[in-house]
C-alpha cells in the first residue's frame, strides 16, 4: 500500500482478524501500529510486524505530513477481507439487538470505578 503525502494522516481503525495472521512490512517512511493497546513507531528496515489472529487488536496511522509505503501479507493467504466484511455485518446485526436487552459496555475496564 503507497500512501501519499497528505496533509491528514491515513488512519485504520483497531480492529482483529478471525482467520489470518497479518504481517506489515514497512517499505519507505514510518507508520505508528497500535498492538493490544501500545503504540509502537514501525519504520523501513525494521522487521516485519507480525500479528496473530484472533485476539490481537490491532491498528495503524501515519504521520502528518509524511508519505509511507508499506505491504501486508495475509497467512494462510485467501479472501479473508470479503469474509471480515460478512462478520462485521453480523455483530452489527446482534449488536443492535443486544442494545435492546443488555447494560451498556462499560467506559473503562479499570476496577477502581
Given at each position: 500500500?503507497?500512501?501519499?503525502?497528505?496533509?491528514?494522516?491515513?488512519?485504520?481503525?483497531?480492529?482483529?482478524?478471525k482467520?489470518?495472521?497479518e504481517?506489515i512490512?514497512?517499505?519507505?517512511?514510518?507508520?505508528?501500529a497500535?498492538l493490544?493497546g501500545k503504540d509502537?513507531?514501525v519504520k523501513?528496515?525494521?522487521p516485519p510486524?507480525?500479528?496473530?489472529?484472533?485476539h490481537?487488536?490491532h491498528?495503524?496511522h501515519?504521520?502528518?505530513?509524511?508519505?509511507?509505503?508499506?505491504?501486508?501479507?495475509?497467512?494462510?493467504?485467501?479472501d479473508w477481507k470479503v469474509?471480515k466484511?460478512?462478520?462485521q455485518?453480523l455483530?452489527?446485526?446482534f449488536?443492535?439487538?443486544?442494545?435492546?436487552f443488555?447494560?451498556?459496555a462499560?467506559?473503562?475496564?479499570?476496577k477502581?470505578?
Open positions: 500500500m503507497h500512501l501519499r503525502r497528505r496533509r491528514k494522516p491515513f488512519n485504520i481503525p483497531v480492529h482483529w482478524h482467520h489470518h495472521d504481517y512490512t514497512v517499505v519507505e517512511g514510518r507508520i505508528t497500535t493490544d509502537m513507531i523501513a528496515g525494521d510486524l507480525i500479528i496473530p489472529r484472533l490481537h487488536l491498528g495503524f501515519g504521520f502528518p505530513g509524511e508519505s509511507c509505503v508499506f505491504e501486508e501479507r495475509n497467512l494462510p493467504p485467501g469474509l466484511v460478512f462478520d455485518l455483530v452489527l446485526i449488536g443492535v439487538i443486544a442494545k435492546l443488555c447494560d451498556p462499560p467506559k473503562s475496564f479499570d477502581a470505578q
